[in-house]
């Protein structure tokens, strides 16, 4: 199978007040195309970190980032930009979504940095994704007016309506009730199942049974990577 995504001897320094954090050490992690990996491990283990990496939203101090192929250190600000709108869907703890902004809108802000898109295609897409989650009756509501769920699940449609090759969640149950957790793994497990590459930090051992394959960081380092059972 395809390698999707490849970090190669990642170490990850912050500096603050004098203050040397390594949140990441010489990780070296493959994720094939179209597989499903949880990352795992108690909080400061580097997992959301890794995660940022994976996503382009951050860089690592050293070592290699490979994705699609291709070295991340070549790509530009701007086509680094372009990879985020246009091949990787994000889904995170706090949802992200713009108070300011309706469902829809929310859904559709990402869509309007595509060139080439035209309106009537961005609004297909919005409410597809919409639909997908069962929140089409939302649309015009703001994120203020729904539940911690609903706005989750607002959030993976949001994800989803960009047709990504990569999905990365980031403790997307953390802030939800056991029923609405169990509703938005569902709904990205239907999308690995569509072929999307997905990678997921969790701390609830329930999750991770989704995932083929869970990674466990500890200080730092990869501990294990094991296939699930």
Do not use: W
């Given at each position: 199978?395809?390698?999707?995504?490849?970090?190669?001897?990642?170490?990850?320094?912050?500096?603050?007040?004098?203050?040397?954090?390594?949140?990441?050490?010489?990780?070296?992690?493959?994720?094939?195309?179209?597989?499903?990996?949880?990352?795992?491990?108690?909080?400061?283990?580097?997992?959301?970190?890794?995660?940022?990496?994976?996503?382009?939203?951050?860089?690592?101090?050293?070592?290699t980032y490979i994705f699609d192929g291709r070295d991340t250190s070549e790509f530009s600000y701007s086509q680094l930009a372009d990879i985020r709108?246009?091949?990787?869907?994000?889904?995170?703890?706090?949802?992200?979504?713009?108070?300011?902004?309706?469902?829809?809108?929310?859904?559709?802000?990402?869509?309007?940095?595509?060139?080439?898109?035209?309106?009537?295609?961005?609004?297909?897409?919005?409410?597809?994704?919409?639909?997908r989650v069962g929140m089409n009756h939302r649309s015009n509501h703001y994120p203020g007016q729904l539940s911690g769920g609903e706005q989750q699940?607002?959030?993976?449609?949001?994800?989803?309506?960009?047709?990504?090759?990569?999905?990365?969640?980031?403790?997307?149950?953390?802030?939800?009730?056991?029923?609405?957790?169990?509703?938005?793994?569902?709904?990205?497990?239907?999308?690995?199942?569509?072929?999307?590459?997905?990678?997921?930090?969790?701390?609830?051992?329930?999750?991770?049974?989704?995932?083929?394959?869970?990674?466990?960081?500890?200080?730092?380092?990869?501990?294990?990577?094991?296939?699930?059972?």
């Amino acid at each position: 199978m395809a390698i999707h995504m490849r970090v190669e001897g990642v170490t990850k320094i912050f500096h603050s007040d004098k203050v040397e954090t390594h949140a990441l050490s010489l990780v070296n992690l493959s994720i094939a195309r179209g597989e499903y990996v949880s990352l795992c491990g108690p909080s400061g283990s580097g997992k959301s970190t890794l995660l940022a990496i994976l996503g382009l939203l951050d860089s690592p101090t050293s070592g290699t980032y490979i994705f699609d192929g291709r070295d991340t250190s070549e790509f530009s600000y701007s086509q680094l930009a372009d990879i985020r709108n246009r091949q990787i869907g994000f889904v995170f703890q706090s949802f992200n979504l713009i108070d300011q902004m309706t469902v829809s809108e929310n859904i559709a802000l990402p869509l309007s940095y595509r060139r080439g898109m035209g309106t009537n295609e961005r609004m297909d897409r919005v409410y597809e994704s919409l639909r997908r989650v069962g929140m089409n009756h939302r649309s015009n509501h703001y994120p203020g007016q729904l539940s911690g769920g609903e706005q989750q699940r607002v959030a993976v449609a949001r994800a989803l309506a960009g047709s990504p090759s990569v999905l990365l969640a980031d403790e997307p149950t953390g802030n939800l009730d056991s029923e609405n957790g169990d509703a938005v793994m569902q709904l990205l497990n239907e999308a690995h199942q569509e072929g999307m590459t997905v990678c997921i930090v969790t701390h609830d051992a329930r999750f991770t049974e989704y995932a083929e394959r869970q990674v466990r960081l500890f200080d730092g380092r990869i501990q294990y990577s094991a296939m699930s059972a």
